[in-house]
């Protein structure tokens, strides 16, 4: 994990709001304006590309600072498996954020938009509800795939949940520390996929949402995306407590 995943892709952030202001302006003229459209969607597909490059950095620096400050011991043994594996805990949701942005695109142009007749309203309808099916269908990928994954690293860490629960760790509290290995990637996920969203789109068309409530419905479409993926996690905890009381 280097700090050069999070520099190149706040350069690429920092590059495409330079040339939004000031690029675009001095391209506009004849011939220019298809070059210069071509160059913004490079930086946005590089952008959206670097989502999973700069995701496992910020995984690994948070569950190391949770590590460190955890107030229980379940938050502390989650936040360690998470530092010591970033990229695994990244996969797990690397998924559901690339749909997050394409339905955090797709919303907030709605959003950010204003119909003047009744094809543009319609249009943006049918966005947004693309968006919306977007991500709920990764979602259910996303948490059929997370839920096979940690039942596996379950089974795998048998040996492991057996030691914990000899050394005194309580079945409930090694059921904890898997929801906080998982919960942790989930929040920091929502948060870099819709904040990229949001910077990307007002960048690029400014001004405040006409439509609140299209959001509103976005925000809880998301709650309820990431609410299926930790369900998902939770369908492997009877293996948990099979596996920790288990003779040897």
Known sequence: MSVMRVVLWGALILGFIVFMNIGAALMGGAG?????????????????????????????????????IAPIPSLMVGARRLAGDP?????????ITF???????????ATLGEATNPEEAMMFTAMTTGGLLTLGIAAVLAAVSTGVSQTARVIDQAPRLRAQHIAGAE???LHRARLAEIAVPVGLS??????TAFLVLTTFLGGAPSDPMMAVQYLLCVLG????????????SPLVRRYAVRAA
Request: glycine residues 12%; positive net charge; proline residues 1%.
């Open 99 to 109: 749909a997050l942005v394409i339905a955090g695109f797709l919303t907030m142009i």
């Open 225 to 236: 995306a990431y609410a299926l993926v930790i369900a998902a996690v939770l369908v492997g």
């Open 171 to 173: 079945v409930g509290q």
């Open 190 to 195: 929502s948060l870099i996929a819709t904040g």
């Open 32 to 68: 220019g304006g298809m070059a210069a459209i071509v160059i913004m969607v490079l930086f946005v597909a590089a952008i959206v590309a670097g989502i999973n490059v700069v995701g496992p950095f910020i995984v690994w620096i948070t569950a190391l600072a949770l590590a460190k």
């Open 87 to 95: 990229r695994a805990g990244w996969r797990a949701v690397s998924g």
